[in-house]
């Protein structure tokens, strides 16, 4: 006979694609889903709470107190657009506690930075975010949107003094997958026969993992 205890016989009829830890708190976009912090939480313990002027409580997030600055490199965009655009939330982003959550609610903007397919860049696309000021509270919420085989390099700086609640919400366009394999791979090829010896393949060109990018 065995016999389980309630635990076990919950961790056993757990699904295995959901984890239930206090580290890894299920998300919402509801506020009142995430509960005040005071601290004494692990995930919060090293916070200094009293930094946060209340943005973890319900301190207005109605502010404007920072300014933005772009150095956008050759063929990247930035600007301002509505909290109705299509790319927010895109990449799947749930707010994990309470501020994140505050501040998605709060947002009146989106600053999206994109990066079109295929794009390679040498220089570096800088966003500055400079506050102006720490009197009233701040929400904001930046996208960072990058195409398929696009590479680039996004540097966020943040000076002066603001109180920001803003999420950052990073997506990465990918192409589809080809006959079945994962993304980024191509078909699958043979790899060429040694000279010398027709049964074997030569090591020197034997794709990696038997497979090829086209």
Known sequence: MTVATDSVRNALEQSPEKVVSHLHP???FEIADHVVPTGREEVWRFTPLKRLRGIHQDA???GHSFTVEVHAADGVTAEAVGVDHESRGTSGIVPPDRVSARAWAAADSVFLVDVPKEHVGEEATTVTLTGTGN????????VIRAGAFAKATVV????GTATLAENVDRRRRRRRAHR???PGLGRRRRAPLHPARPDRPRRDLAPRGGLLRR
């Open 60 to 62: 207005p997030l109605d």
């Open 135 to 142: 009197d009233v509270a701040s929400a904001g919420h930046l």
């Open 156 to 159: 966020i700086r943040f000076q």
């Open 26 to 28: 299920e998300g919402s």
């Open 180 to 182: 079945g394999l994962a």
